[in-house]
C-alpha cells in the first residue's frame, strides 16, 4: 500500500492510524533518510496507542519504552549500532517477541535479525511534489 502525505499533520495521522490498529506482538519497520519524518509518523503511532509523554527518536539509547498506552511502545533506532551483536547485549528479542509493539528506525542495518512478518513502511521525500510531500509505503 502506498499513501502519500502532503504535511507533517498528514504524516502524524497516518502514524495514529496504525497506532491505533496495532496489535501485541507486531515489528514495524520504519526506514527512510534523514528528515523525512520517521519520527513525526512514531509520534502518530504513539498517539493511536493512547501514550501522553513526549516520544522522541532514542538515537543514543538505542530503545525508548512507552508504558502508558493501551500496550507498551518499543521504540528502537539503530542508526548508531555496528553489529547485530550490540542488539543482542540489550536484549533485542524481549522486545521483538513481547507484548507491545516495536517500532526500529534504520532498520535494514539490522535486516538478519528482523523477523518474516514485520511490517515494513518507507518514507520518502520527492521535492518536485513539494517540502512536505512523502510517500509511505507500507508493506506486510
Request: charged letters at 30%.
Amino acid at each position: 500500500m502506498v499513501v502519500e502525505t502532503w504535511s507533517a499533520e498528514e504524516t502524524y495521522e497516518l502514524g495514529k492510524k496504525l497506532g491505533k490498529e496495532a496489535k501485541p506482538g507486531q515489528i514495524y519497520t520504519l526506514n527512510g533518510d534523514l528528515g523525512v519524518g520517521k519520527t513525526v509518523f512514531t509520534q502518530g503511532v504513539a498517539d493511536g496507542l493512547g501514550i501522553t509523554e513526549p516520544v522522541n527518536s532514542p538515537t543514543f539509547t538505542i530503545v525508548q519504552v512507552y508504558e502508558d498506552g493501551r500496550i507498551p511502545f518499543y521504540h528502537f533506532d539503530v542508526y548508531r549500532i555496528g553489529d547485530v551483536e550490540e542488539m543482542e547485549e540489550i536484549g533485542y528479542q524481549d522486545y521483538f517477541y513481547g507484548e507491545g509493539l516495536c517500532i526500529i528506525e534504520w532498520a535494514e542495518l539490522i535486516s538478519e535479525i528482523i523477523p518474516e512478518d514485520a511490517k515494513r513502511i518507507t518514507i520518502e521525500k520527492d521535492l518536485e511534489k513539494g517540502f512536505d510531500y512523502r510517500r509511505i509505503e507500507i508493506e506486510e
